[in-house]
Structure formats: C-alpha cells, structure tokens
C-alpha cells in the first residue's frame, strides 16, 4: 500500500483523509499530514490516529503520493521547498485552483495529476475532475481516483477545461446554496415560516437532482413533467423564462472561470 502526504490539512484534505481512510485506500500507519497549525495538527492526529509535522522534508522523502492541498499563492513556496525530494516514482497530486500542470511539473520526470473537486466532497458526494501529466501510469491514475472516488464521483477531463469546471462545479455548490437562499427567502414572502421553507426548499433541491439522475431525462423533459397547461407551474415559469435568470446565471460562470484563468496566470 502506498504512503501519503497531506500538505496542507484544511477541510478539503481532511475530506479526502477521512473518505480515503474509510474506504481503505490507506492505512493510518502510511499518512501523514503536514501544517503550520499545531493546534490543526493536534485534532487530525487524535481524530485519525494518523502522524503529523509542521515541517514538509521527512514527510515528503518518505511518501509515495504528495497531495497538495495548499493555497495557489502559497505553491511556489512549497514546490521549491521539496523540489530536491521529487523523483520519478513519487506522484504529485494538487487540488490548488488555478495552478496549472507546467506550473507544478518543475521537472519533466514528475509526475502530475491535477484535479479540481467540490465541498460536498465533505459529507462524500463530491464530483472532482482530474488530468495529469503525460507520465503518469495508469496505476498512478488509479491512485488518485480511488483517493477521490472515496468521496464522491471522478471524471478525467483534458486539462483545457479546467477551469470552466472549477467555475461550474468547484464553485458550482455556492451558486447552488445561494439560489436555495433565495427560494426560502421567496417562501417567506408568500407567507411561510422560515424553518418550514427551509425544509420544503432543501428537500425539493435533493429530490429534484435525484430525479435528474435516476431518470437520465432532460431538465427540459422533467418541467414539461411538472407544468401542467394553465396550472401554477406554468404561471411561475412564465416569469422565470422572461427574468434575466439565465443570462445572470451563465454570466455567473464566466465570471468564476475568468478568476480562474487568472489565478493560473498568477495574478
């Protein structure tokens, strides 16, 4: 079984500790996770029985797999601080948005997989995308899917789009809890208690992604389902296709991949 290293143990790495200790991809034994919080270091270690450093060398000389879960503006740092330590057997793992594959691969003998995934990987129902570079083996793919298969669903993607999908769905669940926001706050004002629109809100947006991927219909199909002629739907959706909604929505997306873009190109 291969040996790991979390740089960085936020709450992203803590999912994919947690998922990846749950479903065995690791034992305790081989993980460590690497900080500058002590105090970070000391809950993760009790929570996990797993081994922490505040310092990244022996760590990093010792793993098999480097997954880092680091912010973009701190990656140089942490590149040039284990660079001497990287060879070809190591696989390196970045789960940093914006950081690209010829900005991580400091050496054309390293190997690399990029991967963007999203917060509900924290209760194990992300969606993450990965590339990697062109060196990495199909055991190493492996690796690095089961890392993330352990909490919630992968795609292999060519890198180019990457950061259309860290616009979509690595900020996608944001866009999702404010509109979620709105319809309660919607509830409100026709009358509801909060915690009852809260509920009713909650419960539609599970159901209705459920039936988008139990049916495989389209969302087009599915309204056509729920609109009767003349009914209440009909009269709702009226307003809604004739509201700036959509143009807002995919003005919304661009406006996150553009970030994107930029924090690639490092400003």
Do not use: H
């Not at 140089?76 to 390196?92: C, M, S, T, W």
């Not at 990965?130 to 690095?144: G, Q």
């Not at 159901?207 to 139990?214: I, K, P, Y």
């Not at 009909?234 to 924090?263: F, H, M, P, Q, Y």
């Amino acid at each position: 079984m291969s040996k790991i290293v979390f740089i960085g143990g936020g709450n992203m790495a803590e999912a994919l500790l947690k998922g990846s200790l749950g479903a065995s991809v690791f034992n305790t034994n081989d993980v460590v996770v690497t900080d500058i919080r002590a105090d970070r270091l000391s809950y993760l270690e009790n929570k996990y029985k797993i081994k922490t450093s505040l310092k990244n060398i022996i760590p990093v000389e010792a793993a098999d797999v480097i997954l880092l879960a680091i912010k973009p503006q701190n990656m140089e740092e942490v590149l040039e601080e284990i660079k001497a330590l990287i060879n070809e057997k190591k696989l390196i793992v970045s789960i940093a948005a914006g950081v690209t594959i010829k900005q991580l691969q400091k050496e054309k003998s390293w190997k690399i997989v990029r991967i963007m995934p999203n917060t509900p990987a924290l209760i194990g129902q992300g969606i993450a995308a990965l590339c990697s570079s062109s060196n990495v083996k199909e055991n190493d793919k492996k690796i690095a899917e089961e890392i993330f298969k352990a909490v919630g669903k992968v795609v292999w993607v060519n890198e180019r789009d990457i950061n259309a999908i860290t616009a979509l769905s690595g900020s996608g669940p944001a866009f999702v809890y404010r509109l979620a926001d709105y319809l309660i706050q919607a509830g409100k004002e026709v009358g509801l208690k909060k915690e009852v629109a809260k509920e009713l809100v909650l419960q539609t947006f599970i159901g209705s992604a459920e039936m988008l991927a139990e049916t495989e219909e389209s969302p087009d199909a599915l309204v056509k389902k729920v609109a009767s002629p003349g009914g209440t739907t009909v009269a709702g959706l009226e307003v809604l296709d004739k509201s700036l909604v959509k143009n807002d929505l995919i003005k919304t997306i661009k406006a996150a991949k553009k970030r994107a873009d930029e924090l690639g190109a490092g400003k």
